[in-house]
Protein backbone atom coordinates (compact mmCIF):
# COMPACT_ATOMS: atom_id res chain seq x y z
CA UNK A 1 0.00 0.00 0.00
CA UNK A 2 1.09 3.27 -0.90
CA UNK A 3 1.58 5.28 2.57
CA UNK A 4 1.51 9.09 2.90
CA UNK A 5 -0.65 11.80 4.52
CA UNK A 6 -3.32 14.56 3.66
CA UNK A 7 -1.85 17.83 4.35
CA UNK A 8 -4.39 21.30 3.94
CA UNK A 9 -4.20 24.62 3.57
CA UNK A 10 -7.79 25.34 5.02
CA UNK A 11 -6.28 27.87 7.70
CA UNK A 12 -3.87 30.02 4.73
CA UNK A 13 -7.10 30.06 2.96
CA UNK A 14 -9.35 31.16 5.74
CA UNK A 15 -6.88 34.02 6.11
CA UNK A 16 -7.07 35.10 2.46
CA UNK A 17 -10.75 35.45 2.73
CA UNK A 18 -10.99 37.82 5.01
CA UNK A 19 -9.82 35.97 7.99
CA UNK A 20 -13.26 33.22 8.05
CA UNK A 21 -14.32 31.86 11.14
CA UNK A 22 -14.30 28.07 11.59
CA UNK A 23 -17.84 28.28 12.37
CA UNK A 24 -18.55 30.41 9.14
CA UNK A 25 -16.80 27.90 7.05
CA UNK A 26 -18.54 25.01 8.84
CA UNK A 27 -21.91 26.74 8.17
CA UNK A 28 -21.23 27.16 4.64
CA UNK A 29 -20.21 23.40 4.45
CA UNK A 30 -23.01 21.92 6.66
CA UNK A 31 -20.33 20.48 9.29
CA UNK A 32 -19.32 21.94 12.85
CA UNK A 33 -17.08 24.34 13.69
CA UNK A 34 -14.98 21.18 15.82
CA UNK A 35 -14.86 19.25 12.86
CA UNK A 36 -13.43 22.46 10.81
CA UNK A 37 -10.51 22.63 13.51
CA UNK A 38 -9.90 18.57 13.10
CA UNK A 39 -10.16 19.02 9.64
CA UNK A 40 -7.93 22.09 9.61
CA UNK A 41 -5.39 19.99 12.26
CA UNK A 42 -5.08 16.75 9.76
CA UNK A 43 -7.29 14.40 12.42
CA UNK A 44 -10.08 13.81 10.22
CA UNK A 45 -10.06 13.66 6.72
CA UNK A 46 -13.28 14.77 5.21
CA UNK A 47 -15.40 12.60 3.09
CA UNK A 48 -14.83 13.59 -0.64
CA UNK A 49 -18.19 15.46 -0.71
CA UNK A 50 -17.45 17.67 1.95
CA UNK A 51 -13.29 18.14 0.71
CA UNK A 52 -15.37 19.33 -2.84
CA UNK A 53 -17.31 22.04 -0.54
CA UNK A 54 -14.51 22.66 1.49
CA UNK A 55 -12.86 24.13 -2.27
CA UNK A 56 -16.00 25.74 -3.71
CA UNK A 57 -16.40 27.71 -0.49
CA UNK A 58 -13.21 29.34 -1.47
CA UNK A 59 -13.23 28.78 -4.90
CA UNK A 60 -10.06 26.62 -5.57
CA UNK A 61 -10.03 23.43 -7.29
CA UNK A 62 -9.61 21.02 -4.74
CA UNK A 63 -5.75 20.25 -5.17
CA UNK A 64 -5.24 23.98 -3.69
CA UNK A 65 -6.75 22.54 -0.39
CA UNK A 66 -5.75 19.41 -0.03
CA UNK A 67 -2.50 17.65 -0.64
CA UNK A 68 -1.45 13.99 -0.79
CA UNK A 69 2.17 13.75 0.27
CA UNK A 70 3.24 10.43 -0.16
CA UNK A 71 5.87 8.95 2.12
CA UNK A 72 8.39 7.63 -0.13
CA UNK A 73 10.39 4.05 0.67
CA UNK A 74 14.20 4.40 1.31
CA UNK A 75 16.40 2.97 -1.46
CA UNK A 76 18.04 -0.43 -0.52
CA UNK B 1 -15.72 20.45 23.04
CA UNK B 2 -18.37 19.85 20.84
CA UNK B 3 -22.28 19.36 21.84
CA UNK B 4 -22.16 15.62 20.80
CA UNK B 5 -19.19 14.92 22.99
CA UNK B 6 -20.84 17.29 26.14
CA UNK B 7 -23.87 14.46 25.59
CA UNK B 8 -21.86 11.62 25.26
CA UNK B 9 -20.37 12.49 28.87
CA UNK B 10 -23.67 13.04 30.21
CA UNK B 11 -24.48 9.32 29.24
CA UNK B 12 -21.53 8.21 30.58
CA UNK B 13 -21.61 9.73 34.07
CA UNK B 14 -25.39 8.99 34.25
CA UNK B 15 -24.51 4.96 33.44
CA UNK B 16 -21.47 4.86 36.18
CA UNK B 17 -23.57 7.02 38.71
CA UNK B 18 -27.00 5.41 38.60
CA UNK B 19 -26.13 1.65 37.51
CA UNK B 20 -22.91 1.34 39.74
CA UNK B 21 -24.54 1.65 42.59
CA UNK B 22 -26.91 -0.98 41.43
CA UNK B 23 -24.65 -3.67 40.92
CA UNK B 24 -22.26 -3.20 43.65
CA UNK B 25 -25.51 -3.03 45.67
CA UNK B 26 -26.91 -6.04 43.81
CA UNK B 27 -23.01 -7.88 44.16
CA UNK B 28 -22.46 -7.38 47.72
CA UNK B 29 -26.33 -8.75 49.14
CA UNK B 30 -27.38 -12.52 48.62
CA UNK B 31 -30.75 -12.88 46.68
CA UNK B 32 -32.35 -15.51 45.81
CA UNK B 33 -33.23 -16.15 42.04
CA UNK B 34 -36.52 -16.65 43.38
CA UNK B 35 -39.14 -14.28 40.66
CA UNK B 36 -40.01 -11.95 41.77
CA UNK B 37 -38.06 -10.15 44.04
CA UNK B 38 -39.34 -6.51 45.00
CA UNK B 39 -36.54 -5.58 46.64
CA UNK B 40 -34.06 -5.92 43.36
CA UNK B 41 -37.14 -4.60 41.14
CA UNK B 42 -36.80 -1.25 43.54
CA UNK B 43 -33.46 -0.65 43.43
CA UNK B 44 -33.87 -1.60 39.26
CA UNK B 45 -36.64 0.91 39.04
CA UNK B 46 -34.36 3.58 41.80
CA UNK B 47 -31.58 3.65 39.15
CA UNK B 48 -33.38 3.73 35.80
CA UNK B 49 -35.33 6.39 37.04
CA UNK B 50 -32.74 8.06 38.58
CA UNK B 51 -30.99 7.62 35.30
CA UNK B 52 -33.77 8.98 33.29
CA UNK B 53 -33.50 12.27 35.54
CA UNK B 54 -29.94 12.45 35.75
CA UNK B 55 -30.43 12.62 30.98
CA UNK B 56 -33.30 14.13 31.38
CA UNK B 57 -31.95 17.77 33.51
CA UNK B 58 -28.29 17.30 31.52
CA UNK B 59 -29.82 17.51 28.20
CA UNK B 60 -32.08 20.78 29.56
CA UNK B 61 -29.57 21.97 30.84
CA UNK B 62 -27.14 21.51 27.66
CA UNK B 63 -29.22 22.50 25.14
CA UNK B 64 -30.03 25.67 27.38
CA UNK B 65 -26.32 26.75 27.97
CA UNK B 66 -25.57 25.84 24.09
CA UNK B 67 -29.13 25.99 22.45
CA UNK B 68 -27.49 26.46 18.61
CA UNK B 69 -25.33 23.52 19.22
CA UNK B 70 -27.97 21.52 19.90
CA UNK B 71 -30.13 22.11 17.33
CA UNK B 72 -27.54 21.56 14.89
CA UNK B 73 -28.31 18.51 12.98
CA UNK B 74 -25.25 15.61 13.39
CA UNK B 75 -22.16 16.00 10.99
CA UNK B 76 -20.40 13.35 9.27
CA UNK B 77 -17.57 13.24 12.00
CA UNK B 78 -20.61 12.83 14.74
CA UNK B 79 -22.18 10.02 12.42
CA UNK B 80 -18.72 8.52 11.86
CA UNK B 81 -17.39 8.56 15.24
CA UNK B 82 -21.10 6.97 16.15
CA UNK B 83 -20.86 4.16 13.72
CA UNK B 84 -17.33 3.27 15.30
CA UNK B 85 -19.01 3.35 18.66
CA UNK B 86 -22.03 1.37 17.92
CA UNK B 87 -20.01 -1.35 16.32
CA UNK B 88 -17.68 -1.65 19.49
CA UNK B 89 -20.79 -1.54 21.84
CA UNK B 90 -21.99 -4.30 19.45
CA UNK B 91 -19.17 -6.64 19.72
CA UNK B 92 -19.42 -6.38 23.63
CA UNK B 93 -23.05 -6.79 23.64
CA UNK B 94 -23.35 -10.04 21.31
CA UNK B 95 -20.60 -11.28 23.31
CA UNK B 96 -21.88 -10.76 26.87
CA UNK B 97 -25.37 -11.85 25.49
CA UNK B 98 -23.89 -15.31 24.49
CA UNK B 99 -23.01 -15.79 27.94
CA UNK B 100 -25.93 -15.28 29.58
CA UNK B 101 -28.29 -16.80 27.15
CA UNK B 102 -26.04 -19.72 26.32
CA UNK B 103 -23.83 -20.46 29.26
CA UNK B 104 -25.80 -18.62 32.34
CA UNK B 105 -28.97 -21.37 31.50
CA UNK B 106 -26.60 -24.48 32.95
CA UNK B 107 -25.70 -22.69 36.25
CA UNK B 108 -27.92 -20.06 37.22
CA UNK B 109 -31.32 -18.61 37.15
CA UNK B 110 -33.89 -16.14 37.92
CA UNK B 111 -32.56 -12.82 38.74
CA UNK B 112 -28.92 -13.91 38.41
CA UNK B 113 -29.25 -14.01 34.50
CA UNK B 114 -31.15 -11.04 34.56
CA UNK B 115 -29.14 -8.61 36.37
CA UNK B 116 -26.16 -10.69 33.93
CA UNK B 117 -28.41 -9.41 31.10
CA UNK B 118 -28.78 -5.75 32.38
CA UNK B 119 -24.99 -5.84 33.12
CA UNK B 120 -23.84 -6.89 29.73
CA UNK B 121 -26.45 -3.87 28.50
CA UNK B 122 -24.78 -1.58 30.45
CA UNK B 123 -21.44 -2.64 29.84
CA UNK B 124 -22.31 -2.28 25.71
CA UNK B 125 -23.89 1.09 26.62
CA UNK B 126 -20.38 2.12 28.34
CA UNK B 127 -18.25 1.17 26.01
CA UNK B 128 -20.35 3.47 23.10
CA UNK B 129 -19.97 6.35 25.09
CA UNK B 130 -16.69 5.46 26.15
CA UNK B 131 -15.32 5.43 22.21
CA UNK B 132 -17.56 8.10 21.71
CA UNK B 133 -15.33 10.73 24.08
CA UNK B 134 -12.29 8.92 22.89
CA UNK B 135 -12.51 9.65 19.10
CA UNK B 136 -13.88 12.96 19.75
CA UNK B 137 -10.57 13.56 22.00
CA UNK B 138 -8.05 12.22 19.40
CA UNK B 139 -9.88 14.25 17.06
CA UNK B 140 -9.99 17.22 19.11
Not at chain 2, 13 to 19: A, G, K, L, N, P
Amino acid sequence: MIEGSISNRIRALRFHHGEMSQGDLGQLIGVTRQTIASIEAGKYSPSLEAAFRIAHAFNVPLGDVFRWETVRDEEP
Amino acid sequence: MPFREKTAWLALISMVVTFGPYFALVGTFAHGDALPNLRLLGLFAVAAISQMIILGAGRFFLSRSAPEDARVPPDERDLAITRRSITSAYYVLIGGMIVVGCVMPFNSGGWSIINAALLMIVAAELVHYGVAIANYRRQA
